[in-house]
């Protein structure tokens, strides 16, 4: 899923957004959409939530008059205002691609447009901004919550900046993966995916784990907005060390971190045991 080298240098990360859709469930509490990424490549075979890296036609100037203004962050978290929007762009650009969502201003598109339009554009027949000119819409880039920020360790191959987004998602979006970039979808309660994740029948990167364990305690779609508004932005950069004969991603916050200040409510490291990244204290 991953590939860690202590040795390694370090690359500079990519900048990449994603987005986690969240719905009021039925007795209480929220459903998040998960998806399942393909086999191969970056955290190959896992559940994560759509996203991807940041493109250049995404900060684009062109996109001004299609998209509203995204949310301000009480802490930078991009170099300026035009990365800034473009990360909100590709969150959005990311879910229709990998999971039939889209955030628009009005009434939400139908299941069968957002199929039509992720299909359009795949084949390269046109792009996104213009099919939204076509239909009188918008990006709903305000209705997306900053949520959290994470940099993925120095010893991995390939890294990523990742900036996470909530949405609330109406009955109307259901959405749907892709049978490309992504193999399976669904929607579920955030402890019931952690449920499946120690019981081994699916695998969660330590970003993603720790998203559905913040998320688990809201009691409604609205609070899950709350929860992001209150959260901490600054980078969690996990650092890689060894833990007896286990590798621990450590997190701000625990004593083997250069950041001793916690950036992320919840234990402050993930061992790998197995072939599965588990939260724990440090010993």
Not at 7 to 20: H, N, S
Not at 76 to 101: F, M, V
Request: net charge negative; glycine share 6%; charged share 25%.
């Amino acid at each position: 899923m991953i590939d860690l080298d202590p040795a390694r240098a370090g690359v500079p990360p990519k900048e990449a957004a994603t987005l986690v859709v969240v719905r009021d469930a039925a007795a209480g509490g929220v459903e998040v959409f998960c998806v399942e990424r393909q086999k191969v490549g970056f955290l190959g075979g896992a559940i994560v939530f759509p996203g991807g890296k940041l493109d250049p036609p995404d900060v684009d100037a062109a996109w001004t008059p299609a998209v509203t203004a995204p949310r301000a962050t009480k802490t930078p978290w991009a170099t300026d205002e035009a990365t800034s929007r473009g990360l909100a762009i590709a969150a959005c650009r990311e879910a229709l691609e990998e999971a039939a969502i889209l955030p628009v201003t009005g009434e939400p598109l139908a299941h069968a447009v957002l199929l039509d339009w992720r299909a359009r554009v795949a084949r390269g027949e046109t792009t996104l901004r213009a099919l939204l000119a076509a239909s009188g819409r918008t990006l709903d880039l305000a209705s997306l919550v900053p949520f959290a920020r994470w940099v993925t360790p120095i010893a991995e191959a390939r890294r990523y900046d990742t900036r996470f987004f909530v949405f609330v998602a109406g009955a109307a979006l259901t959405g749907a993966h892709d049978d490309h970039e992504t193999t399976a979808s669904f929607w579920a309660r955030p402890a019931e995916v952690m449920r499946r994740f120690v019981a081994a029948e699916l695998q969660l990167a330590p970003p993603t784990h720790r998203t559905l364990e913040i998320l688990a305690g809201a009691k409604d779609a609205r609070d899950a907005v709350a929860i992001a508004e209150a959260s901490c932005l600054d980078p969690v950069c996990p650092r890689m060390v060894t833990q007896g004969d286990a590798v621990a991603l450590v997190l701000p916050g625990d004593p083997e971190h250069d950041v001793k200040e916690p950036r992320s409510p919840g234990r402050s490291r993930y061992v790998l045991r197995g072939d599965r990244f588990l939260p724990e204290d440090a010993p």
